[in-house]
């Protein structure tokens, strides 16, 4: 069992940055598929960015490639988002999750993982 806590956001202004950080506990993370999914108000919950449990693989949305970079640090349970040149389209509530993948897989959909934070908000302005 894992749990994943979320924090790091916040209300920013169009152009600036901030990082997530998802702090994993109850067990390891290696092992693990981390993604990053956001919702917006009124919107579907949509896939952000993917890590596979060893870090090399790295998978991003259309809409945040070039600006976002995923991370992680499986010796400190940690996993990272780091967002920059923020638009107000990045509005939403981030979420952290992850599942269970030996072979460097890490799904770009919600029903891909097990384990959910309970999400962190991100507020861009114009």
């Known amino acids: 069992q894992v749990q994943l806590v979320e924090s790091g956001g916040g209300l920013v202004q169009v152009g600036d940055s901030l990082r997530l950080s998802c702090a994993a506990s109850g067990g390891t993370i290696s092992g693990y598929a981390m993604g990053w999914f956001r919702q917006a108000t009124g919107k579907e919950r949509e896939f952000v960015s993917a890590?596979?449990?060893?870090?090399?693989?790295?998978f991003y949305a259309d809409s945040v490639k070039g600006r976002f970079t995923i991370s992680r640090d499986n010796a400190k349970k940690m996993v990272y988002l780091q967002m920059n040149s923020l638009k107000p389209e990045d509005t939403a509530v981030y979420f952290c999750a992850a599942g269970l993948y030996y072979d460097e897989a890490a799904p770009r959909v919600a029903a891909g993982y097990d384990y959910w934070g309970q999400g962190t908000p991100v507020t861009v302005s114009a």
């Open positions: 890590i596979g449990w060893s870090g090399v693989q790295t």
